[in-house]
């Protein structure tokens, strides 16, 4: 399916039901001006402005009353029958209806990117049968990123609906982000080639309809091209493939050395080739000849801590074998493995600092960050970041979860205490795997700090939930004895 964003014609009802709905908003009666933009919604299912306005005054609503947007506890209550509702439309691939119960919870909790991811998910597959949905998919998908910057998923629809779009440029903005949060992302180094390659293709349509040129040689020499292009979309699938793709990234430097994205493609080939130095040149090219790609430090950065993490996998692998292999020279392997663990521990630290104080207001980092700290025993700063991250609705639970297992790590069980505890509050569900490790980690410390009967009860109620959970049936054994 190709979607070409066909104009949307406002139904008379459908715009009616906007009009007054706008009215209704502008006099404060939020509640009803929500039922009139969602009944506009019902008649214009397509319209993106309308959509997001929607949202906007669910946010203005919420404020009003003195609530939270993002959610609360009260909010969950509510929240619980229509996600398992919109749970079961999905599996059923009932997207309308999955749409309309999605934007009820929506009402609850319009600044929760998680519900909000639910609801582009179900436009996603929606356009998929009604192009004329795909800007509504679009526009849901750009609020998800607003809450949750991180959201790989959200990147990548959004690189698909911009190339059905026949937006190559756009499409590969997307997928770029994509590679700068996961460099290794195969998919996204494979739309990013097929779409650079559709670009060219675009940019020669384009040259020879502006040149007019129909003629017998023109054509013979656009087949050569096409024929060229289709060799160059093939999917890299080894490393001959990889080192026949440089030599085509070559080519187009040649024709254009000072466009930053082409050295970046071609750092990202010698990359996976793990011909480190070469990946190296080519990224300070990209930053040479452009020095406000904002892309080229990330990949400088993920190409020294895939070369690290390359080194270090190395090195245990040795170690490895060594120890199966009578032992000769283990202590000396065992030796560099740790000195190379620290020296990547401060490497990531140094690393995930710059990148932090490069993106202030991404929460996401600051967790990362946190966790290299927490890593590398700086359970003080690793605090100061975590503490940051809560901020982030999304990364709450986490980061309390984090922030305890510091406090474990200080001695303080009774501050640990209480961070696991808020943690548990935060969990929607009792089963899942965070509240799993929150009730394990609350039960080591109860029983670090020497409440042995507490301490057991946490275990109980853990294992009443999962009693194959880590070595749960060991320690209530132990304690019980």
């Given amino acids: 399916m190709g979607l070409k964003g066909a104009d949307v014609v406002s139904t008379g009802k459908g715009k009616d039901y906007f009009k007054k709905g706008e009215l209704a908003a502008k006099k404060g009666n939020y509640e009803y001006a929500i039922e009139l933009f969602t009944q506009g919604l019902i008649h214009e299912p397509s319209s993106a402005d309308q959509r997001k306005r929607l949202h906007k005054v669910c946010v203005m609503a919420i404020h009003s009353a003195g609530g939270n947007p993002q959610g609360g506890l009260k909010a969950k209550f509510r929240l619980a029958p229509l996600l398992a509702t919109c749970k079961k439309l999905t599996m059923q691939k009932k997207w309308p209806e999955a749409v309309l119960e999605f934007e009820k919870a929506v009402r609850i909790a319009p600044q929760n990117a998680q519900i909000l991811f639910g ?3 179900a436009l996603y597959e929606q356009a998929q049968e009604d192009e004329s949905l795909s800007d509504a998919s679009i526009s849901t998908l750009e609020e998800v990123l607003e809450f949750d910057k991180a959201n790989i998923e959200a990147y990548k629809k959004l690189g698909r609906l911009w190339a059905e779009k026949e937006d190559p440029e756009k499409a590969i903005t997307y997928w770029e982000k994509v590679r700068q949060y ?3 992302d195969k998919e996204a180094g494979k739309a990013i080639r097929d779409l650079s390659a559709a670009t060219m293709v675009k940019k020669t349509e384009e040259r020879k309809a502006a040149a007019g040129d129909d003629s017998f040689t023109a054509v013979l020499a656009d ?5 060229e292009l289709e060799k160059k979309q093939r999917t890299i699938r080894n490393d001959d493939d990889r080192r026949e793709a440089i030599g085509w990234k070559k080519d187009e430097l040649r024709e254009d ?3 930053s994205k082409l050295w970046r493609e071609l750092g990202n080939l010698y990359q996976d080739l793990r011909e480190w130095k070469y990946a190296e040149a080519a990224y300070k090219k990209a930053s040479e000849v452009n020095p406000h790609d904002m892309f080229v430090k990330e990949k400088l950065g993920t190409l020294r801590e895939a070369r690290m993490r390359h080194e270090l996998d190395a090195l245990q692998t040795k170690l490895e074998s060594a120890k199966n292999n009578g032992g000769a020279g283990v202590d000396e392997l065992r030796s560099q493995v740790e000195k190379m663990q620290g020296k990547y521990r401060l490497f990531l630290v140094d690393e995930y600092d710059r990148r932090v104080k490069e993106h202030p207001t991404d929460m996401e980092l600051k967790l990362q960050f946190g966790s290299h700290l927490k890593a590398a025993g700086k359970y003080d700063d690793a605090i100061g970041q975590f503490q940051q991250a809560i901020k982030d609705p999304k990364l709450k639970t986490g980061s309390l979860n984090q922030i305890g297992q510091c406090f474990e790590q200080k001695k303080l069980y009774d501050l640990a205490k209480t961070q696991f505890k808020m943690g548990l509050e935060t969990v929607a569900a009792s089963d899942s795997e965070i509240a799993k490790e929150l009730k394990y980690n609350l039960a ?3 029983e670090k700090k020497g409440d042995i009967e507490e301490a057991l009860g ?7 939930i999962d009693i194959g959970y880590r070595d749960i049936s060991e320690r209530v054994s132990n304690l019980m004895s």
Avoid: F, W
């Fill in 458 to 464: 946490h275990y109980q109620d853990l294992m009443a």
């Fill in 182 to 184: 996961r460099p290794e």
């Fill in 257 to 259: 050395p000072k466009n």
């Fill in 444 to 446: 080591i410390v109860t």
């Fill in 119 to 121: 609801l582009a998910e």
């Fill in 223 to 227: 087949g050569e091209e096409a024929s």
